[in-house]
């Protein structure tokens, strides 16, 4: 009796350090699913942020893009309209430059 007492021990101490060595393994490998997932969590959201930083570039890009294009819209229109008043100018110049003479 006391040799089946003992076995039963054994056995049951056997079971228990089989038990702490299986939980140990899924700890670990538990841990090292979580360092994973971290990681490619991680690395996501360096893309995520390099793709905003993208569109943000590009945006800024298009703004200047249509502000030059309106400054040098603007631009024209005054330069044609100071090109309409030399014109004027210059009409009134001959006239009087002619009347003088006359």
């Known amino acids: 009796m006391l040799e089946d007492t003992l076995r039963s021990v054994k056995e049951a101490e056997a079971k228990a350090g089989q038990t702490v060595r299986e939980a140990e393994s899924k700890a670990e490998a538990i841990l090292a699913e979580a360092r994973e997932k971290a990681q490619q969590m991680s690395e996501d959201a360096s893309l995520r942020a390099k793709a905003r930083k993208q569109k943000e570039q590009e945006e800024a890009q298009e703004e200047g893009a249509r502000r030059l294009k309106e400054a ?30 006359i």
Do not use: D, F, G, N
């Not at 309209?81 to 100018?89: E, N, P, T």
């Open 72 to 101: 040098e819209e603007e631009a024209k229109k005054e330069v044609e309209a100071l090109r309409s008043l030399a014109a004027s100018k210059r009409e009134e110049a001959v006239e009087a430059v002619i009347s003088a003479l």
